[in-house]
């Protein structure tokens, strides 16, 4: 089985309870704030899982989102359906490699990566995917868990990424290894939850 597919699997076996488990919700308000979409932008939020970020986005807005695993899709469809009814924001659901999304460059306004960039194989290649859709000027929020810049792994991040990275989520990963050598000007970077494990970081795109 390829990492995809076992990605695929995997989340579509969690999806009945990731909402549940998942809640992050005063983090995604605070990504939403300091992403401050305005009416008619474009926003694209891939590995969306059930979509639980739709809740906190202003009306008026143009939503592309998606997700590899089709438990996770037929949530962030039915939930979709919702806060477009809600809000007036248009939302459209599609099945979607957060690394190679097929849109256009330079079509999207914000791009929301919450908690995908340390799960998607290869981490870089998401961030230089969400990079090259976002036009000059356009923000980048990155949630995730990475490892601190300046200093070696720790022994517990050594021990248990092995399993975390097949089972949930790599621990090894640094964010400025991420977005080394993108266009993208670092804005804010700041501890999102559990002391800092979690971090929350916006970027813009260059020119
Ligand atoms: C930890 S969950 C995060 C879900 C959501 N973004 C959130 O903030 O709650 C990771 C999600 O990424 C999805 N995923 C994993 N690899 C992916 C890929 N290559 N492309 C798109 N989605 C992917 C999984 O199916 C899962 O829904």
């Known amino acids: 089985m390829s990492g995809l597919q076992w990605r695929r699997l995997r989340y579509s076996l969690y999806s009945p309870f990731y909402d549940v488990l998942v809640g992050f919700d005063r983090v995604r308000r605070r990504s939403v704030e300091l992403a401050s979409p305005r009416p008619g932008e474009r926003i694209l939020i891939p590995g969306a899982g059930p979509g639980r970020d739709l809740e906190f986005l202003p009306g008026g807005v143009e939503v592309v989102t998606g997700d590899l695993a089709g ?17 007036g924001s ?75 990275r097949l089972l949930f989520t790599s621990l090894d990963r640094r964010l400025g290894d991420l977005v080394e050598g993108l266009p993208l000007t670092l804005e804010c970077r700041e501890a999102a939850a559990l002391g800092g494990f979690f971090e929350l970081a916006l970027f813009r795109r260059r020119g």
């Open 71 to 87: 438990g996770m899709i037929r949530q962030l469809r039915r939930r979709g359906g919702r806060v477009e009814e809600r809000t």
């Open 90 to 164: 248009t939302i459209q659901v599609m099945e979607m490699d957060a690394q190679a999304t097929g849109l256009a460059d330079a079509s999207f306004d914000v791009v929301l990566l919450h908690l995908v960039a340390a799960v998607v194989a290869d981490g870089r290649a998401c961030l230089a995917e969400s990079t090259r859709v976002l036009r000059p000027g356009g923000r980048l929020l990155v949630f995730d868990k990475f490892a601190p810049e300046d200093r070696p792994l720790s022994l517990l991040r050594r021990v248990a990424n092995p399993v975390s």
